[in-house]
T-cell receptor
Framework: SQTIHQWPATLVQPVGSPLSLECTVEGTSNPNLYWYRQAAGRGLQLLFYSVGIGQISSEVPQNLSASRPQDRQFILSSKKLLLSDSGFYLC????????????FGSGTRLTVV | QKEVEQNSGPLSVPEGAIASLNCTYSDRGSQSFFWYRQYSGKSPELIMSIYSNGDKEDGRFTAQLNKASQYVSLLIRDSQPSDSATYLCAVMTGGGNKLTFGTGTQLKVEL
């Protein structure tokens, strides 16, 4: 069966520090991968999605970036965090060619102080 | 106009009652629709998907889709306190495999 792992679960980082969040999927190949952010009291905002290794599409221009160095690995990064980057970051996946709903990882709660 | 709209609630229903959650969407070309349940502090969990007009039932949950009216709903029968959560409506929009989410409706099931 397929599983999605996301870490760390919580993170407190100072303004201006770098960020690296990692997501991996097991039990499938060539998944579509997504990064969402959910700010307090707000909806889910799509940040990046990827349909293959090295293929990244950005939905919202900001100081975040994403990379997909391996087929089942998706990384969210920032060189310098802002206070507004605080939120609940969620990684999700779907099979390559199917239009099923996403399966989400357990999320990372990031607080920038 | 937001692409996917939901009433934020909270919607309060007594235990055992039917909870009705509604969602409207703006993209007439949308073909796939989903309901997620999100407990406080947790990630969203897919509970229902619907692709064609009409009703789809799964246990105590029924999803309803009306593409002409651009309307999706979720009915929860025999509501339980464990159903208390935020319910997110999601629509596959704009081509490709991308979901757009509503802001969610908070449901409270009271004893």
């Amino acid at each position: 069966s397929q599983t999605i792992h996301q870490w760390p679960a919580t993170l407190v980082q100072p303004v201006g520090s770098p960020l690296s969040l990692e997501c991996t999927v097991e039990g499938t190949s060539n998944p579509n991968l997504y990064w969402y952010r959910q700010a307090a009291g707000r909806g889910l905002q799509l940040l990046f999605y990827s349909v293959g290794i090295g293929q990244i599409s950005s939905e919202v221009p900001q100081n975040l970036s994403a990379s997909r160095p391996q087929d089942r690995q998706f990384i969210l990064s920032s060189k310098k965090l802002l206070l507004s980057d605080s939120g609940f970051y969620l990684c999700a996946w779907t099979p390559e060619t199917e239009t099923y709903g996403y399966t989400f990882g357990s999320g990372t709660r990031l607080t920038v102080v | 106009q937001k692409e996917v709209e939901q009433n934020s609630g909270p919607l309060s229903v007594p235990e055992g009652a039917i909870a009705s959650l509604n969602c409207t969407y703006s993209d007439r070309g949308s073909q796939s629709f989903f309901w997620y349940r999100q407990y406080s502090g947790k990630s969203p969990e897919l509970i229902m998907s619907i692709y064609s007009n009409g009703d789809k039932e799964d246990g105590r949950f029924t999803a309803q889709l009306n593409k002409a009216s651009q309307y999706v709903s979720l009915l929860i029968r025999d509501s339980q306190p464990s159903d208390s959560a935020t319910y997110l409506c999601a629509v596959m929009t704009g081509g490709g495999n991308k979901l757009t989410f509503g802001t969610g409706t908070q449901l409270k099931v009271e004893l």
